[in-house]
């Protein structure tokens, strides 16, 4: 209900308790959320939004806006009352939905379902390696496409984080990149109220937080108390007076503010305050303790001139972008492009065609052959940008012409992550969701456990960054066990919307890059080996563009066949060998090559049974990897050929045939399948 301000009270005052008792009275409602944390922060809130964040409720995607990140994702009804009470499409009705089936208002905020989410947070330091992305992907664009009196992009990002988000490692990797860097448009909030699901943070959290993020290279400020409205803005200012290096501003607060009973505990984080808790709180902050979701009038007044601020500021943004066009037209027509991701008209033109090993006597790992790809595809799309966590060579990931991205160097389009893989997954995602740029990403298959967690949310972004996995099985070799990936393939192709491409030689590996810049809706996983590997002649096979289907027939049989046999990424050349052995015995089999079970899946099931024909039970399959999951396809008649034991250091051909991952036992299989 909105009614009349209180009367003895000034608006700020007002505002903010509005946005306290929101958020409790949703999380009350819901009887599931945490309220201490809104209760705490609503004063510094309060102030980025009213007095720095460049917005606009009316479009939410303006390029020309700020971004605001909240790492701290469980205070998700913090921006839910923001975004309602500013005039975003975020209704009363969908605030007292909070948590429930079918609204926007989801326990933690999710980037593709609430306007105004930048995005989707929860798992802590996730939005602060996010945060990290948005200030490298304005740094990039500003570098490519601003002129002199043309600043199209000179924004901010901001974040609040808790104190759960900067223990968690994936921050401190990013925090550490972003002080390399000297991102100085990043301004951080860390809500230091000293408590945790457990309790006190002494129980686990000592550190001298200012004095690690200094070291890292940051600016780094403190406000005594989060109601204090001016030092907060002071903060901020002082924090934009320093643009050669991030700023944390540490804010003391107290979580779950003006709750009597439960202020400052571990009580007021992750659940409800109690009826009669909030009915106390409300009384001690002069709330109107007899209604919930109380809204004054004065307050949506105030808070929704930001709409007016925001159009005003976009159109004066638009306006400039505009003159940019006039002065600028080739610049302005293939910004419009970078932003909208739009390929450049004639781009497959750039994927190469490699000839097969038959006639050069070569055989080529797809790590090369996707290197190779990229030093022709990235120039031209242009927006795809990314790097390596310290792998640049053994992952082919580089571009030649393209120098390092540095503090010093704004225009370097090749980005260093070092070691730092969960990070470079939350920074891609980052830059992703800023727009303008598709992120791609390298290390070894075996180290996506260490970005997975960023991976996932990717996906459920659905975000198209390109994962560069190389170094994909156990056929590296002298690694060993340690740096052999085994259950990763099928770990991955669990999650939802990852598209995941295990090309089988050069030619696949140019085609699979070729889909990857052409989603737009996911991430893409490319799954490529150390080891060389033919390059098929396609003279007497199917063009390698039938990797776009997910899995197609490579080598037809003479009518019906008898066995099928399938494989992914270097064992199809054990699949088609053996198929040139069966068909001297008198058994027609048919082999297909299987890059993507996601795009498979994807097809019409007319197609599907025309790659895997219902009829034909003798089926084999090859990987090197675990055998689970491949049930789906070879049936429970067929046979799996796999790796479901950890791998062994050799060189890493002795190490496949060891395992048996050869023709001669893809022959065998389909033989006794045939026979029966």
């Known amino acids: 209900m909105a009614t009349d301000l209180l009367e003895g009270t000034d608006i700020e005052t007002q505002t903010i308790n509005a946005i306290r008792f929101l958020s409790a009275d949703a999380v009350q409602r819901a009887q599931s959320g945490h309220p201490g944390t809104p209760m705490g922060l609503a004063p510094v809130a309060y102030v980025l939004w ?314 080529m790992a797809t790590r090369k052959a996707s290197g190779l790809t990229l030093e022709e595809l990235a120039p031209a799309v242009g927006y795809l940008i990314g790097g390596s966590a310290d792998l640049t060579g053994s992952n082919k990931t580089d571009v030649e012409g393209r120098a390092d991205f540095q503090k010093d160097r704004p225009g370097g389009r090749y980005l260093r992550f070092g070691v730092r893989e969960h990070a470079m997954a939350g920074v891609s995602n980052g830059m992703a969701l800023h727009g303008g740029i598709q992120p791609y990403a390298g290390t070894f298959l075996i180290f996506s456990d260490y970005l997975r967690p960023s991976l996932r949310l990717s996906a459920l972004m659905e975000q198209p960054v390109v994962y560069v996995f190389t170094h994909d099985s156990i056929g590296l070799g002298e ?27 050069a030619n696949e590996a140019a085609q699979a890059w070729g889909a990857a810049v052409q989603r737009t809706d996911g991430p893409t996983a490319l799954v490529l080996t150390r080891q060389t590997l033919p390059t098929f002649d396609r003279a007497g096979l199917a063009a390698a563009e039938g990797l776009h289907r997910g899995a197609y027939i490579l080598r037809e049989t003479n009518g019906q066949p008898d066995a099928v046999l399938m494989g992914t990424g270097s064992e199809v050349q054990h699949a088609l060998r053996a198929a040139e052995a069966l068909e001297s015995e008198g058994i027609e089999a048919q082999v297909v090559s299987m890059p993507s079970w996601a795009l498979f899946e994807a097809q019409s099931e007319a197609y599907r049974q025309t790659v895997l024909p219902p009829s034909v039970e003798a089926r084999v399959s090859i990987e090197a990897g675990v055998t689970q999951g491949w049930e789906r396809y070879v049936g429970t008649s067929g046979t799996a050929i796999g790796v479901d034991r950890f791998g062994a250091s050799a060189p890493g051909e002795r190490v496949m045939e060891e395992y048996g991952l050869t023709a001669e036992r893809v022959a065998a299989a389909a033989r006794t399948l045939v026979e029966g």
Not at 328 to 355: K, N
Not at 483 to 503: K, N
């Open 50 to 363: 009213t007095r720095h964040l460049r917005h606009n409720p009316s479009d939410p995607g303006w390029p020309g806006r700020d971004r605001f990140v909240l790492s701290a994702g469980h205070a998700s009804m913090l921006l839910y009352s923001l975004l309602h009470l500013t005039g975003y499409d975020l209704s009363m009705e969908e605030i007292k939905n909070f948590r429930q089936w079918g609204s926007q208002t989801p326990g933690h905020p999710e980037a593709h379902l609430t306007d105004g989410v930048e995005t989707t947070t929860g798992p802590l330091g996730q939005g602060f390696a996010n945060g990290v992305g948005m200030a490298v992907a304005e740094r990039l664009l500003a570098d490519e496409f601003n002129e002199e009196g043309f600043p199209l992009f000179d924004h901010y990002t901001y974040a609040i984080c808790s104190d759960g988000d900067l223990m968690e490692g994936i921050s401190q990797e990013a925090a550490s990149l972003a002080g390399h860097l000297g991102l100085g448009k990043l301004i951080y909030f860390f809500d230091d109220n000293q408590i945790t699901i457990d309790g006190s943070t002494d129980l686990a959290f000592t550190e001298d937080v200012a004095d690690r993020f200094e070291a890292y290279g940051w600016h780094v400020a403190h406000v005594e108390d989060a109601n204090d409205l001016s030092a907060v803005g002071a903060a901020i200012e002082a924090a934009k007076a320093v643009p050669e290096k991030p700023s944390l501003i540490r804010v003391q607060s107290h979580i779950g503010y003006g709750s009597p009973n439960k202020q400052d505990t571990a009580a007021a984080h992750g659940a409800p305050l109690g009826e009669e808790e909030v009915r106390l709180a409300k009384e001690a902050l002069g709330w109107p303790t007899e209604e919930t979701f109380y809204v004054p009038d004065a307050v949506y007044d105030h808070m929704r001139a930001a709409k007016a601020e925001g159009q005003k500021a976009q159109r004066e943004w638009e306006g400039l972008r505009a003159d940019y066009e006039e002065a600028h037209p080739e610049q302005a027509a293939r910004l419009e492009r970078w932003m909208d991701r739009g390929l450049p008209e004639g781009w497959e033109e750039t994927l190469p065609t490699f000839e097969p090993t038959a006639e050069t006597g070569e055989e």
């Open 479 to 505: 690694d060993g066990p340690t740096h052999q990936p085994v259950e990763h393939l099928m770990a991955l192709r669990a999650i939802p919307g990852l598209a995941l491409l295990r090309p089988a030689d």
